[in-house]
């Protein structure tokens, strides 16, 4: 089976890459053939699939494209559109793809017909924050109610304009049900699960 597996980043940044990795090894070792599909980066792995990642993005000082890019890239839904038509992947799992891969890799699939599933590490689907945790306490305001708490309560970086921008982003995916073509949703948890 030809697996695509997608992140925004293919070097070992963190607990979500760490899975990844181990997934890519298994399913490998299982003799499935994995494509690898996330953000150029120096630290990568090699692939020779890297020629159709996308374009290194540092959140840090962005400019305003990437701002936008980092609600909805066209620049990934492009090249990941390339990538399937050349690989023909059966199946897509996605893993952290906020930001510099954005939902538009959804839309991408559900026209190639790709099914996807998506692991939770985190809880950015429903939270701005990523955490259920502000102001040095569990939060749940913006899970059954509208993103822009995280505004008033400055949920990311203690930033009016972080905070901003993610209750926008957050707000957005809701109004275009971006998740929602997603086959079936990964759980680590029972609690992330209930969420």
């Known amino acids: 089976m030809r697996i695509l597996l997608v992140n925004k980043f293919l070097y070992p940044a963190g607990g979500a890459e760490t899975v990844f990795f181990n997934e890519w090894r ?3 070792a299982a003799g499935h053939e994995v494509i690898p599909f996330g953000m150029a980066h120096p630290g990568n792995v090699s692939s020779p699939y890297s020629r159709f990642w996308v374009s290194q993005i540092d959140y840090r000082h962005p400019t305003p494209s990437q701002l936008v890019n980092l609600v909805w890239s066209s620049e990934a839904a492009e090249k990941l559109a390339r990538l399937m038509a050349e690989t023909r992947p059966h199946v897509a799992h996605l893993h952290n793809v906020y930001h510099q ?6 839309s991408t699939l559900r026209k190639a017909k790709v099914p996807a599933v998506m692991t939770l590490h ?3 689907l429903i939270c701005p924050n990523y955490r259920l945790f502000t102001q040095g306490q569990p939060c749940q305001r913006c899970v059954h109610s509208h993103a822009w708490h995280a505004v008033r309560h400055r949920c990311l970086k203690d930033s009016l304009a972080a905070s901003g921008l993610a209750a926008v982003e957050t707000t957005l995916h809701r109004r275009l049900r971006s998740y929602d073509s997603l086959a079936r949703l990964i759980a680590p948890s029972y609690f992330v699960q209930e969420q």
């Open 122 to 124: 985190d809880y950015k």
């Open 101 to 106: 891969l954005s939902p538009s890799i959804l």
């Open 26 to 28: 298994w399913l490998e």
